[in-house]
C-alpha cells in the first residue's frame, strides 16, 4: 500500500512537471495530495462513476476520463499547495496521470 502511494506520488508530481496548469509545492503538498486523490478514488470514484454510468455506457467509457479530472480538481481545492487551474489542465492532467501511473507501475512489477 505504501508502494503504491509512492508511485502515485511520483506520478503526480511528474504530472505537476509536466502540464502547466498542474503545480505542485513541496514534497509535503505531493505526499499529501497523492493520499487524498487515492482515498477520493476509493470512496467518491465508486459513486461518480455508478451514477453516471448510462453516459459512461453512452461514451464507451470516455466519460471515465471526467470523472478522473473532477477527482484531481477536488483534490486540488482541498489540498493546500496543490493547483490545478480550471477544467482543462484537470482532463489533461487526468489523462497524463493515469499514463505515467500505468508506466511506473509496470517498471516496478
Excluded at 466519460?63 to 493547483?83: E, K, Y
Amino acid at each position: 500500500m505504501i508502494a503504491r502511494w509512492l508511485v502515485n506520488a511520483v506520478a503526480l508530481y511528474l504530472t505537476a512537471l509536466i502540464l502547466p496548469g498542474i503545480s505542485l509545492r513541496g514534497i509535503g503538498a505531493t505526499l499529501i495530495a497523492a493520499a487524498v486523490l487515492g482515498i477520493a478514488n476509493a470512496v467518491i470514484r465508486p459513486v461518480l462513476l455508478i451514477l453516471t454510468l448510462p453516459l459512461n455506457v453512452l461514451t464507451l467509457g470516455l466519460f471515465t476520463f471526467v470523472v478522473n479530472a473532477l477527482m484531481l480538481w477536488l483534490v486540488s481545492a482541498v489540498v493546500p499547495g496543490f493547483v490545478v487551474r480550471g477544467f482543462v489542465p484537470a482532463l489533461v492532467g487526468a489523462v497524463v496521470l493515469s499514463l505515467i501511473s500505468f508506466v511506473l507501475t509496470r517498471l516496478i512489477h
